[in-house]
């Protein structure tokens, strides 16, 4: 059974830091992985989506890197924002099923002024 | 698009109520996702559909929850009788097939008392 861990479960950072959150999982026969922002009361939004084939995915501040063989992502979020305080998950899909998506606890994100 | 749309976004209801969450997917998105979350198992999957056909309902976590899509707008999870231990927010997802982004709506958060 595919389990994901994130860790730290909550980091608090000062505005401009560079910094990485991690999302690690058991089995490395993955489809996909996606990166997720929920901020306070909302739902959940999509960030970036990484393939098993691809090594990392890009969109402005954020980038999210994939390495199946250790069981490891990263997501890299460069000169942190106050808005960019929320709990960031990640999701790893086993195969091409709708119940294959397992999520990561999350990791809760201030970034202070 | 509007994204995912849930009604109500908040209710709270006394124990033994029956209780209807309502979603209207993303137009063209041939894949409804129903999931809880809750602090304790974080986010779960309850019932996914394939163009308005119930394919996995091994989530549900018993027979007082029911679910079921219509048509390919609108879909209805509905709890009867509701009991306190449901309390948490439920979110309605869509996506074009199961391994592509999923789109998730703002949630349904639910309050049995």
Redesign the interface.
């Known amino acids: 059974k595919q389990e994901v861990t994130q860790i730290p479960a909550a980091l608090s950072v000062p505005e401009g830091e560079n910094l990485v959150l991690n999302c690690s999982f058991t089995d490395s026969a993955i ?2 992985l ?1 990166w ?1 922002r929920q901020d306070p ?6 960030l970036l ?1 990484i393939q098993s084939s691809q090594r990392e995915q890009t969109s402005g501040r954020l980038n999210a890197s994939l390495d199946k063989s250790s069981g490891r992502s990263t997501l890299y979020i460069a000169a942190s924002q106050p808005g960019d305080s929320a709990t960031y ?1 990640c999701a790893v ?1 086993v ?7 397992t ?4 990791t809760r994100l201030m970034v202070k002024p | 698009d509007a994204g ?1 749309i849930q009604s109500p976004r908040h209710e709270v209801t006394e124990m033994g109520q029956e209780v209807t969450l309502r979603c209207k997917p993303i137009s063209g998105h041939d ?1 409804l ?1 129903w999931y809880r979350q809750t602090m304790m198992r ?2 779960e ?1 309850l019932i ?1 559909f ?1 163009n308005n056909v119930p ?2 309902d ?2 549900m976590p018993e027979d007082r929850f029911s679910a079921k899509m219509p048509n390919a707008s609108f879909s209805t999870l509905k709890i009867q009788p509701s009991e306190p231990r449901d309390s948490a927010v439920y ?1 309605c ?1 869509s996506s074009f ?11 349904s ?1 639910l309050t049995v008392v």
């Open positions: 489809y996909n996606q997720f009361g909302k739902g959940l939004t999509s989506l998950l899909r195969n091409n099923a709708g119940n294959m998506l999520f990561g606890g999350g | 995912v894949y996702f974080g986010l999957l996914y394939n394919i996995d091994s989530g979110f997802a097939f199961p391994g592509d982004t999923i789109y998730f709506g703002e949630g958060w």
